[in-house]
């Protein structure tokens, strides 16, 4: 059985909804709450995107909203912490 292939639009707002959310985990708990800051700013804006695309008339296309949430993800690069890749970002 072979998989369908996604459409490059879509392909790339889950690139972008992934990109979103994989940020790497806190190496220590003091690190936790600006690790957590970042994550729902970045979970909040790819929740809006999704809505946005999903929505019964969508305002605008898939590509559109990729752009408009990697806009927003740069706005909340995952910095500010230490994670378990050992390095600060």
Do not use: C, K
Not at 1 to 27: F, G, K, N, S, W
Not at 47 to 59: E, F, G, H, S, Y
Request: no cysteine; hydrophobic share 40%; charged share 30%.
């Amino acid at each position: 059985m072979t998989t369908p292939e996604i459409p490059a639009p879509v392909r790339e707002l889950l690139a972008a909804v992934l990109e979103a959310i994989d940020l790497p985990y806190p190496a220590t708990l003091g690190d936790s709450e600006r690790y957590r800051e970042v994550l729902e700013q970045r979970v909040m804006h790819a929740a809006i995107a999704l809505r946005n695309v999903l929505a019964d008339r969508p305002l605008m296309d898939i590509a559109w909203d990729t752009e408009y949430l990697r806009e927003r993800l740069a706005e909340h690069p995952p910095t500010g912490y230490r994670h378990t890749g050992g390095e600060s970002r």
